[in-house]
């Protein structure tokens, strides 16, 4: 027979038998693989969009969101898709809904200034959208920072 007790809203529920499952440590070491593997995607995909070249005397870096956002419109949309991706990522690493809205923040006024044909061009070498949420959501997570400025 199934003895049923009251849930915080009053309402009749199934006991669990035998109390609260734990996750077993396996469980627990593939969440952690998961959890790694997400955070090098990141790094890898930040590096891409905003750190992957140098430009000489200077020492300032840039990516291929700077390349791409060169092809009006589509490559603004492009550039917001991967960021987009990048957001879903630290979600499910447990960025907070306040960081997940300050990273689409971040993405939309890339997109919106990108729009504009020669100022979003240059907006995209100097604002780097990705690097900004990848040093936001390492500082919510306590991580290190990845050094991509410059």
């Known amino acids: 027979m199934q003895t049923l007790t009251a849930s915080p809203l009053g309402r009749p529920r199934p006991a669990a038998a035998g109390g609260r499952k ?20 990141l790094i890898l995909l ?3 969009m905003d750190g992957l070249f140098e430009v000489p005397f ?13 092809v009006p419109v589509v490559g603004d949309l492009v550039s917001a898709g991967i960021g987009l991706y990048l957001v879903f990522e630290a979600r499910e690493l447990g960025a907070s ?16 200034v990108g729009v504009v044909p020669v100022l979003g061009d240059f907006f995209d070498l100097l604002f780097r959208a990705h690097y900004r949420n990848l040093k936001l959501l390492q500082k919510e997570l306590g991580e290190p920072y990845v050094d991509l400025a410059s």
């Not at 077993?24 to 090098?40: D, L």
């Not at 200077?58 to 060169?70: E, N, V």
């Open 46 to 48: 930040t590096r891409l």
């Open 22 to 41: 734990r996750k077993s440590a396996t469980r627990r070491g593939a969440s952690a693989a998961r959890r790694q593997a997400a955070r090098e995607r």
């Open 97 to 112: 809904r306040w960081l997940q809205t300050r990273m689409i923040g971040n993405l939309a006024l890339d997109f919106l």
């Open 58 to 70: 200077i020492r300032r870096k840039f990516g291929l969101d700077a390349m791409i956002g060169m």
